[in-house]
């Protein structure tokens, strides 16, 4: 499903809950001037369900998916659906919502806290179980815990999460973080200008956090040498480059393979195998070494999975760009 894709590879979900409509218009539009690509307006937000449908067109041209929270009845289910929802979410598990939300095309994530009512609603057919109100029961740690016996929910955290624990909440196997009072509470001067600038923390929070996360391996025959964003961002400007200058299409910058691959020790006369998503090729080492760029954002946001990413691999020889996307491994197989 596109909509759950979506929100997977946005990962930070900002949720609006305001006394003032208009103020929640505002709200919604300076955290995606921010940067943020998904967003939740709680049902129980005087006009959430015209705002939802006012915003709609304006989100799905923007690329942003926008859900509705606070979801109680078949008949709010009903509503969010018709406003233009993507997702809805509720802060507890009733299987005739779920149910509900799976028959119109939604993406449904109710709220669960014991390990009963997660594998109530993960059986039920839930996409992501929201833990709330998850700072009330010990945070990251419980995350943690219940992730032991229940690994294979996808969990969305929410209720009072702190930009400084999107890193912890993520190590602890989080799918999805709902940012609340991180995002609107206390707000000085115009609330969208305030919101942006929050916003923009927000995600380099979450950057921080992902730098760890290894995207790809190279190796030369001994041990792997993992590859992260850490060690792409470490490369000298020298190796970064507008990839529009490349070839045509290609949009971002990369940054070149060879001082990755000299330092994995890959030979220049080796025959090297690249792995991608669902795909792999043997290319000359010599050919990456010259030609290889590795791509892992656009417009300064992760690639998703679902655009290639998380890391994509272009060959800008004097042919056309050759693009192998969810590049996860690089390895010499002969030579």
Known sequence: MESRDRLRAATLVAVIRDSDPVRAAKLVEGLIEGGLRA?????????????????????????ITLGMGTIRTVEEVERAQKAGASFVVSPHTDERLIEAAKARGLVSIPGAMTPTEVIRAHEAGADFVKLFPISAVGGPRFLKWLRGPLPDVPYWVSGDVALDEIEAYLAAGATLIGLTSALTA???GEPAAAVRGRASLALEALSRAKEGRILCSLSA???????????????????????????????????????????????????????GRGQHRNFPAQRLYDE???????????????????????????GPVETINGLSQIEVVSG
């Open 186 to 188: 206390a707000l000085e």
């Open 221 to 275: 025959g001994g041990r792997p040498i993992p590859i992260g964003l850490k060690e792409l961002r470490r490369l000298p400007g020298s190796e970064h480059t507008p990839l529009e200058s490349l070839g045509v299409g290609l949009r971002g910058h990369g940054v070149r393979a060879r001082l990755l691959l000299r330092s994995a020790a890959i030979p220049t006369g080796a025959t090297v195998r690249v792995v």
């Open 292 to 318: 290889a760029f590795l791509q892992f954002a656009v417009d300064g946001r992760p690639i998703a999975d679902e655009d290639g990413g998380p890391l994509r691999l272009h060959l800008v020889g004097g």
């Open 39 to 63: 967003l939740e307006v709680t049902a129980n937000t005087p006009g959430a369900f015209e705002l939802v449908e006012r915003l709609g067109p304006w989100t799905e041209r923007a690329g």
